[in-house]
């Protein structure tokens, strides 16, 4: 059974530019969710996506959108980058219906905006 | 608003000692809790879930104990082990949904 994996593991942007993070869920699952983490707290839901539609979203600007692939891969993609959106960016994977609750969680992307 | 709270920014314990962490939810609508543990570079790795109609659950080390009156989940891991040294994170939400609410977690250390 193959796990979430998540790329790039680093990036560094500068204020203003745009980036995109990449995520393949583990196998098996149909729904990805992304968080933001900053440094000493928890995970921040984003959003998650299912069957290539968003399906929920945090409290995030609309700067913040994604996608979601026929074969459940997802994308991030943050435009006008702030300093404040420097941390760790996590994709986590699960399956809509069965056993839902439990989200699997990749590596993470860590984000430095300069 | 922070509906999900690890009070305890850290915790030492002796190994092969009981290591509890604790963790209070305001949200009377969470019926799904779950406890992860992240090492430094990694993603958060789940441990161990329980459902508000159950008040325990356990795998291996790990019991998860949930008090619905008191608003208030612990994880206790026995014998702790060197390896349990990590960040941990509970989380819950509600209704099979979309977003997982974490708390800030807490640092446990595992003494030799």
């Known amino acids: 059974e193959t796990g979430v994996t998540q790329s790039p593991t680093h990036l560094i942007k500068t204020r203003g530019q745009q980036v995109t993070l990449r995520c393949s869920s583990q196998?098996?699952?149909?729904?990805v969710s992304w968080y933001q983490q900053a440094l000493g707290q928890g995970p921040q839901f984003i959003f998650q996506?299912?069957?290539?539609?968003?399906?929920g979203r945090g409290n995030f600007p609309p700067r913040f959108s994604g996608l979601q692939f026929p074969n459940y891969s997802s994308e991030l993609n943050v435009n006008a980058l702030e300093l404040d959106d420097s941390a760790l960016y996590l994709c986590?994977?699960?399956?809509?219906?069965?056993?839902?609750?439990?989200?699997?969680f990749g590596p993470g992307t860590r984000l430095l905006v300069l | 608003d922070q509906q999900v709270k690890q009070n305890s920014p850290s915790l030492s314990v002796q190994e092969g000692r009981i290591s509890i962490l604790n963790c209070d939810y305001t949200?009377?609508?969470?019926?799904?809790f779950l406890w992860y543990k992240k090492y430094p570079a990694e993603g958060p790795t789940f441990l161990i879930s329980?459902?508000?109609?159950?008040d325990k659950n356990e795998d291996g080390r790990f019991t998860v104990f949930l008090n619905k009156s008191a608003k208030h989940l612990s994880l206790h891991i026995v014998p702790s082990q060197p390896g349990d040294s990590a960040v941990y994170f509970c989380?819950?939400?509600?209704?099979?949904?979309?977003?997982?609410?974490f708390g800030q977690g807490t640092r446990l250390t595992i003494n030799p």
């Open positions: 986590a994977s699960s399956s809509f219906g069965r056993d839902q609750e439990t989200q699997y």
């Open positions: 196998s098996g699952h149909n729904t």
């Open positions: 996506y299912y069957r290539e539609e968003e399906n």
């Open positions: 949200n009377s609508m969470f019926d799904y």
């Open positions: 329980i459902s508000s109609i159950k």
């Open positions: 989380a819950a939400n509600y209704g099979g949904a979309q977003k997982l609410v």
